[in-house]
């Protein structure tokens, strides 16, 4: 069962996940050990690696009294760090530089309490950590429909937004949905500032994908299960082939039935490590040569 097996050019780990692991793997030798703040990214092969080498997941920073917390590449809100100054907790930012950079952008916009929109998911921890750098209002929206039911609420009788209002994206989301909201956003807003915030990496990794995908009979889109970038990842693969597989390992491969596939392709989230590839490499290499 002779395959051959194209890797995205794009995928994988990005810079900001890289930096949040290294940073990581710096502060375990720190006095008393060091703890991640949630999960440091959505890979759970990454988080059972750093767990077996002592570095465990908190979910409240009271939990780490004595110890270095890393704070995640999704970002917190302002109140951890004042929460964490007030405590006494050392803490090592492995917040991405990109979001950081969203951080200080409605940090400045807001101070005199204008409102923020956020186009991602509201749940999603990056937003949150967004959210919570605001001194006024903020919105989230993640669709047209999301949008819509804003402006129902928000716009005057004249149909527009009259105040100054800033627009921001989460750093994973895909370029067609920022692109759609922007422009209906400004066809309401007078005094629309807006900045795409969407990472070079993600848009990078997205188009990668696309053109992959367009191209093999089989396509696997490798991740953690939470990750929101792997999910948009699936989403484009799955326009374009139709046989297109979520999966997070390579264990996940027995699963699929790759009979009649040729040609199949790779892509991989911000947040997969290049073991995981690699293992997955190395399980099709097996089965074509079966």
């Not at 007030?86 to 200080?104: M, N, Q, S, Y």
């Not at 627009?167 to 909201?181: C, G, K, N, P, Y």
């Not at 993600?202 to 009979?217: I, P």
């Not at 999966?247 to 290049?274: H, R, V, Y």
Request: one cysteine or more; aromatic letters at 6%; proline letters at 3%.
């Amino acid at each position: 069962m002779a395959m051959n097996i194209r890797i995205a050019s794009a995928s994988g780990f990005c810079f900001g996940v890289k930096r949040a692991l290294d940073l990581t793997l710096e502060a375990k030798n720190a006095p008393g050990g060091a703890v991640t703040y949630g999960e440091l990214i959505h890979n759970r092969d990454v988080v059972r690696k750093l767990e077996s080498e002592g570095v465990s997941v908190i979910d409240s920073l009271k939990d780490g009294a004595g110890k270095t917390v890393v704070i995640r590449s999704h970002g917190v809100p302002k109140s951890f760090h004042d929460e964490a100054e007030a405590l006494g907790i050392k803490t090592v930012d492995g917040t991405c530089p990109f979001v950081k950079k969203i951080h200080r952008l409605v940090d400045g916009f807001s101070r005199d309490g204008s409102p923020v929109m956020i186009v991602g998911t509201a749940t999603h921890p990056e937003v949150i950590g967004i959210a919570g750098w605001c001194h006024g209002p903020v919105y989230v929206v993640d669709s047209l429909e999301t949008l819509e039911a804003w402006e129902t609420q928000h716009l005057s009788a004249d149909g527009h937004f009259n105040q100054p209002l800033i627009l921001v994206a989460q750093t994973t989301i895909r370029l067609a949905l920022w692109t759609s909201i922007y422009k209906r956003l400004s066809e309401h807003t007078a005094h629309l500032v807006a900045h795409n915030t969407i990472c070079k990496a993600t848009s990078e990794r997205q188009t990668s994908a696309e053109t992959l995908s367009a191209e093999v009979d089989c396509m696997l889109v490798v991740g953690g299960p939470h990750s929101s970038n792997t999910k948009k990842l699936y989403e484009i693969c799955k326009k374009n082939c139709e046989k297109t597989y979520f999966i997070e390992s390579a264990a996940d491969l027995q699963m699929i039935n790759l009979l009649n596939c040729d040609n199949i392709g790779i892509t991989a989230g911000a947040s997969t490590p290049d073991w995981v590839i690699d293992d997955i490499l190395n399980q099709l290499k097996k089965i074509s040569n079966s």
